[in-house]
């Protein structure tokens, strides 16, 4: 079995088990323990704000970021907004999805359509596993980098992400050592 096609599967099972909750309950709950981990993450003093919705400020004060979403059980039309705080709150950046009316590439779908995952699990190696976790969570592929009105390299803003859950992943600043 062709090594892009074990990862593709390998990728889509990631984003299934670890960054799509279904229920409010499990969104709530995956929102929750993604702000208790932040705090060692980003190592900072204290947990961000959630409110009892499904909302978040998440504040860096290292580098003074805030980042601010609500509605994300609508995965279809959700927005998160990132602020820079200096004397006032600066809006930098708006990651708006929008999809009604709209195609998006259907990639789960086409690998449910040919239905290899069973191959792909038997024919996985460390070496796919490796190539997957570093694309989609150590170093993510896709990112861009703010360069003003702050120079952090390690901040890194996605773009063309869907899935909220996913987008949140990738917008924590992260070592920039990768």
Partial sequence: MDNNIIQAYFWNEIIRLGFSPISDREKKAWLHLYGKNLKEFWEVEGYPTINESDSMIIFHSNINLEYKFNHISNIENYEIKLYYLTNSLELMWTHDVDSHGFF?????????KYNKLNTAKRNISSQHIEKVLDGLIIHPAIHQHIHSPIDEHEIRIGGGIYNPFVYLLYNTPQNSDQ
């Fill in 104 to 112: 998006s590439f259907p990639e789960k779908s086409l690998l449910h």
